[in-house]
């Protein structure tokens, strides 16, 4: 008999440690951890960590040889700048790796009969507003409005949104007999900020930039105008999104892909809630007009009325609360401050 586990790719990244460790803190035992680097160091033993690549067929082969997946969530990708500077790479692991464990995903819920849940974060980079006026306009996009990427980046998590749902429900829909298809659900994150981590390669990564620099006593020069809006979310709200949609009912939801959001602000505004925290924080505005253009497309906010109304969707953190009980807190003790 094969081990049954919840497959968990991406795992050393910003969200896959928060994940793995809020799902160890539900007891959940079978966490398989796969990452091309090892797991940070306090959950190397208990998870069942696997150092790969997730565009290896090979290793996925011997994977599902060995294990029985009962839930994916796959986490690993390159994001919105980094995917710029490589953008055939960035389709290579965004959507041929997503394609390939979509693949054994349908395959595994076909052999167990039983659907295998998969669980997508996409972005806010998926929308593209095509100017600033029209930004402006349309402060707080639905699902299907403005679906115009402009970035390597934000076309493989729309595509890649399409495939799960293609999977999901026409998989070989021409077949005498259709296969039992895999469960995909899909959050599109705003901007993610985390009292632990500073990301690496996003386009967002201004906010928690100014933040973790602040904390460090560092000078930061913050590569958008003052003026740009988008929406952000603390961690925990990330976590409580992924795990909320995991957990509902199937004939809850009238979707497979969701809008969650917390808050929008501007980079100003990002700033003063630092100084609020760090009053000595130097943090200036250098914009860098080619990673300003990609923020500028997309929504200042979006519209997460259906999460709400589907399955319970509600963060935990508003602005004040994400501030003043999570980041700040947290980000002084881990810098000791
Ligand atoms: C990025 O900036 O690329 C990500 C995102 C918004 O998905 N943080």
């Known amino acids: 008999m094969r081990k049954k586990i919840i497959l968990v790719t991406g795992a050393a990244g910003e969200i896959g440690t928060a994940l793995i460790e809020?799902?160890?803190?539900?007891k959940v035992e079978n966490v398989l951890a796969l990452d091309i680097r090892p797991v940070d160091e306090r959950l190397r033993s208990k998870v069942i960590q696997?150092?790969?690549?997730?565009?290896?067929?090979?290793?996925?082969?011997?994977?599902?040889?060995?294990?029985?997946?009962?839930?994916?969530?796959?986490?690993?990708?390159?994001?919105s700048t980094r995917a710029e500077f490589t953008p055939e790479a960035a389709h290579r692991v965004n959507v041929e790796g997503t394609l390939g464990l979509l693949q054994v995903a349908g395959e595994q819920s076909d052999w167990r009969g039983e659907p295998v849940l998969f669980i997508f974060p996409s972005s806010v980079a998926v929308y593209g507003l095509p100017d600033l006026q029209t930004k402006r306009q349309f402060s707080k996009v639905r699902e299907w409005e403005?679906?115009?990427?402009?970035?390597?980046?934000?076309?493989?998590?729309?595509?890649?949104?399409?495939?799960?749902?293609?999977?999901s429900e026409y998989y070989r829909q021409l077949a005498i007999e259709r296969p039992v298809t895999l469960d995909f659900r899909s959050v599109r994150f705003p901007g993610l900020?985390?009292?632990?981590?500073?990301?690496?390669?996003?386009?967002?990564?201004?906010?928690?930039?100014?933040?973790?620099?602040?904390?460090?006593?560092?000078?930061?020069?913050?590569?958008v105008r003052p003026d740009t809006r988008i929406p952000f979310m603390a961690m925990p709200d990330a976590i409580k999104a992924l795990i909320g949609l995991a957990s509902a009912k199937r004939?809850?939801?009238?979707?497979?892909?969701?809008?969650?959001?917390?808050?929008?602000?501007?980079?100003?505004?990002?700033?003063?809630?630092?100084?609020?925290?760090?009053?000595?924080?130097?943090?200036?505005?250098?914009?860098?007009?080619?990673?300003?253009?990609i923020v500028d497309s997309w929504p200042e906010d979006m519209n997460d009325n259906d999460a709400r109304k589907d399955w319970g969707w509600n963060p935990e953190y508003n602005l004040e609360r994400s501030f003043t009980e999570y980041l700040v807190p947290n980000i002084r003790r881990r810098y000791q401050h």
Not at 22 to 26: E, W
Not at 200 to 212: A, Q, R
Not at 260 to 273: C, D, I
């Open 50 to 79: 696997v150092v790969g690549d997730i565009c290896d067929r090979a290793l996925l082969e011997r994977l599902i040889s060995e294990y029985e997946i009962e839930t994916i969530y796959h986490l690993a990708a390159l994001l």
């Open 146 to 167: 403005w679906n115009y990427p402009r970035t390597m980046y934000g076309c493989n998590k729309l595509y890649c949104e399409m495939l799960g749902i293609y999977y």
């Open 22 to 26: 809020q799902l160890l803190f539900q």
């Open 193 to 223: 900020v985390s009292a632990y981590t500073v990301p690496s390669g996003g386009t967002s990564d201004f906010g928690p930039e100014m933040l973790h620099a602040a904390a460090k006593d560092q000078p930061y020069a913050c590569f």
């Open 251 to 293: 004939e809850q939801l009238t979707r497979r892909v969701y809008n969650v959001t917390s808050f929008s602000l501007s980079a100003a505004e990002f700033r003063e809630m630092v100084i609020k925290a760090f009053p000595k924080a130097q943090i200036t505005f250098e914009p860098d007009l080619k990673r300003q253009g």
